[in-house]
Each structure stands twice: as structure tokens, then as C-alpha cells.
């Protein structure tokens, strides 16, 4: 076993806004320090000291349970202070600029600032004027580099490994920041990505990425490892990206049929909220494979990591 | 007594004339031009012009002033000083204030602004339709009278074909020029950025270059149908310049213009969110960018034009998708043209040729040449004048340009309007 130093697995970043800009190194750093921040969901007294007297504000101008929700307990169990602000999409066009709003969280002197918006590169124009650190929890289009890691997490405790794997991403590529952030994250840790979907949802250029890309789920599932499931924005019918849903269904949906193209030991993941019967069967959803509500475990362990070493801790734990 | 440009190089198109000459300006005109050393200076004030370039005066055939309405962007008292700084002696301002240039007594406020403001000749551009609505036409025939040299939309497109054919047909009664801002909005959707690699990278969604490429040739071909003059604004796109390159072999009478930033940057330059290079139409990739220098080169693209579009911090200094499209152009388009000749893609006469003699007969308002008895309207460049490029420093009231900080190789260094010294730079 190497240590975090030899290996020279480090973390050392103001903000953490995307998994592109990331090194293979820093991806690891974090989910080592995540596995070694596991183990505290699993006791009585889930709470340590860690970020004692520091304040953790999230900033959401995007409606979010689970996100917002997983942020405030990973800092909520490093003893960290946290404050939750809601902005309604109406009030903001109506009410001050974002960077005054920043500027004035700031002026209370906040450690770290989470933030979900509608407009992709918001938290960098955040990131770039404040002096805290800006975790970027959902930008537009853009990138949610936390479901990233803990989708790569996920993986990596379930498989042992990331290099090598093949990972299916399944549906509307076009429109997802988790699409983004899981495509640049798997490709960092030496995975193969195949996406597929309508080509209504797979914007152009992803063969340029690095991607593999096809029309046909079947194609997609066949050999996978990881079979992940994008959550199907159900007003894309009325912007013309598909005919019915029930057509959607039966080409773009996984059953235990195209499952079964899979490696047995499949990985079946979906990012939340589940559009049961639509982009997943039931069945599937909840079957043996599903690691889906693992993905939400691990979600609260990727935060108190990023949290931790945003806030200056090292790194821990060894390489995969 | 006169002022005498001596010794410099005279690059006229319209006269077929590149040679080392002197200049005798008396009385706001041209009173002589001859070659060098031919014209006494005795009684004369005298401008030593070896080394640098003297042009008919560059005329700027797409502004946005801010005036009315919008006077924290821009005035047309700041715009002028823009221009003339930037070694334009006119402009041609585009009708998206508030309200709308579309009656005549907007367009006869913007001509007295630009009296009282002294700085450039100003040209309005009026409406296509009421309010830009695209819905009732303007009163074509009044806004003339009252000073328009032309008509557009522009800001916005004319989406309804219709429209435009009986736009073209009513501007041609008239003998006006319609401007288009060629673009399919629903192709283009919410777009705020050309969709490419850049643009799936970052989120941010895209405009196909198909939302240009498919409205540029339908107005061509509404020109053909009509006969009705028709020029197309800021053309980014390789197709567009296939289009109008097709639609002028068979005889259509059109025009067209492009900016520089069309041919200075691509869409890397939205990389971190960079409001400064959010613009309609958006930046290009690579291959866009070498068929627009190809599109001037061969004069397909006639016209070199800012799009001047300025903004305050308020529409740029937010999250991207929120920001006002545009940028300012007038103080850095002459040295970005001169990068062109520089590079090889333009010869100077070329270049001179796109700001002044083009855009002087496209709109039809005289000026554009160096010949006897004509206004003093002269731009004074010295190419060879490598300067950085700092916002702070312009005279516009904007600072939104993503050129802050490039080094260009040349300048304008003396602007004269019917013979006024407008600008002087001082080194």
C-alpha cells in the first residue's frame, strides 16, 4: 500500500466548479478521502469535529431536495455551520445581480459557498470575484462535478477499479450537467464512455470528445459495466426532442430484456429524480443490480470529502 | 491658407490611386491632390505624412449609438468620439433605440444630436417595420426625406418572408437599401453561442451556423425576385459566404458586410464564461473564420463594419446566459484590419477599399474617394504603429471588447471631417 504522499494524490483548490479541469490525481484524492468519510454515516453518533466553526452556506436559485439536502448533512457531520438560501428564479430577476448577492453573503465571512444555478458558468463568475471557496452543485447545462464523484465512487467501491470499464450513459446527453461532469470523470480514470439516445439528445461533436456514440441502447448496454440512465426532462416532448412517451419508453428505456446485455455484474445507476416506467423500468430500478440509492449513500460521503479538502484537510486513504 | 498632407501614400480605390502624394485640403474639400512635391507649400500649414497612409475617410455602416434611450451605453456625442478616435469619419447608426428610429422625428433627433456633437458624420439607419415588430411596415418615403440612408431590423431579423419581400419591394420605391440581420430565430432557439464543440463542452446552448447560412439565402433570394437592393449584415458564417458568393454570380444586387471579430476570433473565446465575446451572430469556429478572410479577399464580403454595440457593466457582468449579445468595435477595427493586411489576407487598397469606398457607394452617401472638390473627409493611418490595446483609454462610454490587452500593428492617427481635425493621436 502506497501512501496519499507517495503518490502524490493532492487536492489543493480554492473551488471546486467542474470535473474537467480536474487531474486524475485530484479525482482520486477525493474519493479516498471520501471511502475514509464512509464509515461515520455508520455510527450512533454520526458527527465529527472536522469543520468545527466553519460556515457552509448553499446558495439555490435551482429547486433541489436530495442535492441541497446531501450538502447540508456532509456539513452538518464535519460540525460545520450551515446556512440554506433559496432563491426563486422570479425574486432574482427582479432583485439584485448575482455577484451582489455573493458579495453580501460574503461580507458575513462564509468558509464555502454551494451553489446550484440555471445558467451554466455561474459559479465561476462567483468563483472568480469571491474570495471563498465555490462548489459548484449544478450549473445549466454545464457540469454537477458532485454527482460526478460520487457516481464515480459508486463504481469504483463496487468494481474495484475505473480503468478499463466500459460505462453506458443512456438518454438526453444534450440537456445533462450530470451527463457532463460523468463523461469527463470516467474519461480521467481511464474508463470507456459509450452514450446513446435519440440523436435529438446527443448534441454534435461528442465523437470529438472521445465518446463513443450510437443511436441504439442495445448497442450501448451490450458488454457494459455501468448501464447509467438520465433522468428524461419530460418538457423536452413539447420542445420537439421526442414523439411520446411511450415511444421514448420503449427505445431509450431500460428493461430487464436489454439488462440482460450487460455484464451479469452490471451496474444499473440513475442520478434522481427516477421517471419510474419512462427512462427505467420499475423492476430494474429497484432489481439487484441497482445501485441507485448507494449512489445517494455515497453522495453525502463525495460532500464531506470535497467540503474537507476544500477547507485545506489532506488528502487520505490509497489509490484503487 | 490650407492645410498640405505632404509625402504621404494616397490609397484611393475609386481613383485606381496608390502612389506617394500631397494633399491640399482648403475650404472643408479636397482642393488638390497631385503627386509629391508638386504642390506649394508657401501660405499652406504643413502635415509631414511620410510614412503614413491618407484614405477617403472609413465609413462604419453598422453602430449601435444608444441614442435615444440607452444614453448610459453610449451617446451620439461618445460614439462620435469613438469613431473619429477609432480613424472613422462617419457612421451609419442602426434603428434599436429607444423608441425605435421608425418616424422621422427620431431620425431628425439622431441628425441633431450629431450636429450638435461634432464629431463624425452621422447616417441613420431607420426601421423595416413599426417598432421593429416585423408585423406594419415604416413610413419608408418620410424617413428618407427625413434623413435615413437605409432601412433594418436589425437586433432582430425579419422572420415573416413576406414581410420582407414587400420590405425590399417598398425600400426599392423609394431607392433605399434594406439591411439584413439574416436569422432563423427558431433554428437559432435560445441559442448564446454557435453550437460546436465549445459550446457542448460548456453547457451553453448553441446556435447552428444553419440558422445564418438558411436566412442569408433566403433574403438572396428575395433579392433576386425583387430587384430590390438588399445588403447582409455581419455575415459570420462559411455558408453564408457561399451563399451570397452564389446569389452575386447570378447577378442578385447584394452586398454584404462582416466585423472584425468575425475574422479575429473564433469561439474558443467564450472559454470561462467570457461575457466579451457574447455576440449575435455568435463567434465561429476555425473553418468560419478562414472563409470569412477568404469572403474578403475575393470581395465577396464587401464591407468591413463594427457592429459597435456597446454595454455597460449591468448587461455584461452577469451569468452568461443573461448577457447582452455584442461588443464595442469602433476603437479597435481599423488596427485589426491592419493585422488582415499585415497577415497577407487583404493588400491595403483592399482594406481601404471595405471601410471607406464600399461602404460609401453601398449606402449611396457620398464621401469614399480622395477626388478633387470632394468633402475633406480623411482617415490618416500609420501602419506601422504596434500599440496595446487598453479599454481605459477609449473614448467610447463602454468598455466591452474582447481585444483589451492584444497588441495591433497600426493605427489611425488623424481623422478630419470636412477638413476638421476630429482626432489627433498624440504620441
Known sequence: ?320 | MGLLLKDGLVVDPAQDLEAVCDLLIAGGRISRLAPAGTIPAEGHQVQDCRGLVICPGFIDMHVHLREPGQEYKETIATGGRAAAAGGFTAVACMPNTQPVNDTAAVTRFILEQADRAKQVRVYPVAAVSQGSQGKILAEYGELKAAGAVALSDDGRPVANAQLMRRALEYAHTFGLLVISHAEDLDLAGNGVMHEGLVSVQMGLRGIPAAAETVAVFRDCELARLTGARLHIAHVSTAGAVEVIRWAKVRGAPVTAETAPHYFSLTDEAVRGFNTNAKMNPPLRPAADVAAIKQGLGDGTLDCIATDHAPHSVLEKEVEFDQAANGIIGLETAVGLSLKLVQEGVLTLRQMVASLSTHPARILGVGGGTLQEGQPADITVLDPNRPWTVDVEQFQSKSRNSPFHGWQLPGRAVMTLVAGEIRYRHNT
Open chain 1, 1 to 320: 500500500m502506497q501512501t496519499v504522499e507517495a503518490q502524490g494524490l493532492r487536492f489543493r483548490r480554492k473551488d471546486l466548479l467542474g470535473l474537467a479541469d480536474l487531474s486524475r490525481a485530484e479525482i482520486q484524492a477525493i474519493l479516498n478521502t471520501a471511502v475514509s468519510f464512509q464509515e461515520i454515516a455508520t455510527r450512533s453518533i454520526k458527527k465529527v469535529p472536522t469543520l468545527r466553526g466553519k460556515t457552509v452556506i448553499t446558495l439555490f436559485y435551482e429547486p433541489s431536495t436530495r442535492t441541497r439536502t446531501s450538502f447540508e448533512i456532509a456539513a452538518k457531520r464535519l460540525s460545520a455551520d450551515t446556512v440554506n438560501l433559496t432563491v426563486a428564479a422570479s425574486s432574482a430577476v427582479k432583485g439584485e445581480t448575482l455577484i451582489d448577492t455573493a458579495k453580501n453573503l460574503e461580507a458575513m465571512a462564509p468558509d464555502i459557498i454551494i451553489i446550484r444555478h440555471a445558467c451554466s458558468g455561474a459559479p465561476h463568475l462567483l468563483a472568480s470575484r469571491l474570495h471563498s471557496s465555490v462548489v459548484n452543485a449544478g450549473d445549466g447545462l454545464h457540469e454537477h462535478p458532485t454527482q460526478g464523484l460520487l457516481d464515480l465512487l459508486t463504481v469504483w467501491e463496487a468494481k474495484g477499479r475505473l480503468d478499463g470499464l466500459k460505462i453506458a450513459i443512456i438518454g438526453d446527453i444534450a440537456h445533462s450537467r450530470v451527463a457532463r461532469s460523468n463523461i469527463h470523470g470516467f474519461r480521467t480514470m481511464g474508463s470507456r464512455v459509450v452514450v446513446a439516445g435519440p440523436q435529438t439528445m446527443l448534441p454534435p461533436y461528442l465523437a470529438e470528445l472521445g465518446m463513443e456514440v450510437t443511436y441504439s441502447l442495445a448497442e450501448a448496454v451490450a458488454d457494459a459495466d455501468v448501464i447509467m440512465m438520465l433522468r428524461l426532462q419530460l418538457e423536452r416532448q413539447g420542445q420537439m426532442f421526442f414523439s411520446t412517451l411511450r415511444e421514448y419508453s420503449r427505445f431509450f428505456g431500460l428493461n430487464t430484456e436489454h439488462l440482460k446485455l450487460a455484464k451479469p455484474d452490471a451496474l444499473v445507476m440513475h442520478p434522481g429524480p427516477l421517471n419510474r416506467g419512462v427512462e427505467i423500468a420499475p423492476e430494474v430500478a429497484d432489481g439487484l443490480q441497482s445501485a441507485i440509492l448507494r449512489q445517494v449513500t455515497n453522495g453525502v460521503a463525495v460532500r464531506m470529502a470535497v467540503l474537507y479538502l476544500l477547507s485545506g484537510g489532506e488528502a487520505s486513504g490509497t489509490a484503487a
